[in-house]
Each structure stands twice: as structure tokens, then as C-alpha cells.
């Protein structure tokens, strides 16, 4: 079956740099996706890697191994507004999505 | 473009009675699915739909039907709404996969969700 695993919270101080793991187990690999949800709202996308190596967005990077079923999300310069849950996501080779649980992030002063 | 579309945003239904919660996009997009949310689980796929006419379950798909006649719709109908159901349901489209354009297209759109309340 499919398996995603992340940490369920992390605390970070503004300004600092945050990196959030996630690994996978899938049926075939069409791509890696990380989302970002506010309380109360949808997700919005933010990054996707479907070769091994880094994609930088502004602020945030993610990083992918697919030999080691392996991603992390990166956070520079943390903002109170970053205070939100990340998603993992994996899309199989049948093109399906599966998620992790999230990743809760509470950012302080 | 209205991305993607979703009503109720709100319901409250009790147990045994059915509704179909709505969604629909405006982007042609081929893909569509329906998730729904609960606290300590993530989103759980309950159907797909690969294009116009094609179905397919998730994860989590008993006490849901659902349909796609045209690639704008893609309805979600509790058949007899059980207090388990209660969660938030969230649609989503993307592009399928296309050969040759894997890194091009793949993210998915979500709408802004139905929160169900099932007494």
C-alpha cells in the first residue's frame, strides 16, 4: 500500500529556517507535492519535485531522493504567517495522490 | 476563471438522509477527485475521475457515489448519511499525467471545501 510519514508538529522562531521531512512508500512515483493549509482553509500548492535534486520558490525550497523515498520542505526567514500545516503528497504511478497527515508549525517571536 | 467551485460550504444532515455535495471547475482539467479531512488523519481519497465517463475509488470510498458527464462536474452523493461521515469534504482538479510533460503538469487545485455535520 501507500505510505507517507511526517512529524505531526514542529515549533520554529521568526526569521529562523525550518526544514520538514517526509518520506514515502508507493506504487510507482509520478511526483511529490507540498501543500500548505491554513486553519479553516483549502490547501495551496507550493512546490513539486519529480527528479532528484532541489526546487527553489522565493522563501521556500524542496528537496527530493527518490532512491531513498526521501523529501523536505525548507522555510527561510520565518514569518508569523507560515504558522500553518504542511502537506505531503505523492502521486502513484496510476496518477492517484495520497497524503501525509501533516505537519503542524507553530511559528513564535 | 472561478478555479474551483463548491456548494454547500456548510451542512448539516441527519442520519439516513441523502445529499450530493457539488463541485465544479473551469479550468479543463481532466483529473478531479474528492477528499474528505478529519483531525489526526489527512485527506483521504474517496473518488476519482480521470476524464469525462471514467471513475474510479480511493481509499475510502463506501457511502459515496459519484459521477462525471462532463469534465466541468463532478458531483459527490452520500448515499444514507452516517454520523461517520461527518468531515470536511474537499474537491480537487489537476491535469493527468502527459507523457513528456512530467514536470509540467501535476498540481492539484482545491476548493474551498463543504464542512458536513452529520447528527
Known amino acids: 500500500g501507500q505510505n507517507i510519514d511526517q512529524p505531526t508538529e514542529m515549533t520554529a522562531t521568526e526569521g529562523a529556517i525550518v526544514q520538514i521531512n517526509c518520506t514515502y512508500q508507493?506504487?510507482?512515483?509520478?511526483?511529490l507535492f507540498w501543500y500548505q493549509q491554513h486553519a479553516g482553509e483549502a490547501p495551496t500548492f507550493l512546490s513539486y519535485n519529480v527528479l532528484d535534486g532541489l526546487e527553489e520558490k522565493g522563501r521556500f525550497s524542496s528537496f527530493l531522493s527518490r532512491s531513498k523515498g526521501y523529501s523536505y520542505l525548507l522555510l527561510k526567514e520565518l514569518q508569523m504567517k507560515d504558522s500553518a500545516s504542511y502537506l505531503c503528497?505523492?502521486?502513484?504511478?496510476?496518477?492517484?495522490?495520497?497524503f501525509g497527515t501533516g505537519t503542524s508549525l507553530t511559528v513564535i517571536p | 476563471n472561478a478555479g474551483v467551485t463548491q456548494t454547500p460550504k456548510f451542512q448539516v444532515l441527519k442520519t439516513g438522509q441523502s445529499m450530493t455535495l457539488q463541485c465544479a471547475q473551469d479550468m479543463n482539467h481532466e483529473y478531479m477527485s474528492w477528499y474528505r479531512q478529519d483531525p489526526g488523519m489527512g485527506l483521504r481519497l474517496i473518488h476519482y475521475?480521470?476524464?469525462?465517463?471514467?471513475?474510479d475509488q480511493g481509499e475510502v470510498p463506501n457511502g459515496y457515489n459519484v459521477s462525471r458527464s462532463t469534465t466541468e462536474d463532478f458531483p459527490l452523493r452520500l448515499l444514507s448519511a452516517a454520523p461517520s461521515q461527518t468531515s470536511v469534504y474537499f474537491c480537487?482538479?489537476?491535469?493527468?499525467?502527459?507523457?513528456?510533460?512530467?514536470?509540467?503538469?501535476?498540481?492539484?487545485?482545491f476548493g474551498p471545501g463543504t464542512r458536513l455535520t452529520v447528527l
Open positions: 508507493t506504487s510507482g512515483f509520478n511526483g
Open positions: 475521475s480521470v476524464g469525462a465517463g471514467i471513475t
Open positions: 503528497a505523492v502521486r502513484d504511478g496510476g496518477g492517484q495522490f495520497y
Open positions: 480537487a482538479s489537476s491535469y493527468s499525467r502527459t507523457p513528456g510533460m512530467e514536470r509540467a503538469l501535476g498540481e492539484q487545485f
